[in-house]
């Protein structure tokens, strides 16, 4: 039952940043800021300074698997996402999501 309660905050997560499917997680840590800050314009149609300040959130909420994992549902990656949940813990997803749902609404209007 968590398992699908968690599977359906990942639907919910991916749905609100609506970004396009694109291949594999970046590399480095600065590639997927990059690439937040990259769809976080057309996809939530934010400006620069909104996007920034998602960016900025990123940089300071997420670490390692959970910044990972934050890629993965922007890009709507289902089978990373899957083979990464595996390696998390809850703590780290209910960072990531937490992140990805909550992100937005914080940075709207800065």
Known sequence: MKHISQMRMFAIA????????APATAQTAEEQYSYLHSKCG?????SKSECDCI??????????????????MVK?????????QGEMTGQQMSNTVAFVTGAPTKCRNK
């Open 76 to 84: 709507q990656d289902q089978a990373g996402i899957a083979k990464l």
């Open 55 to 72: 960016v900025a959130m990123a940089k300071s909420d997420l670490k390692g698997k959970e910044l990972d994992m934050a890629v993965l």
């Open 42 to 46: 057309p996809t939530l149609q934010m």
């Open 14 to 21: 991916a749905l609100c940043l609506g970004a396009t499917i």
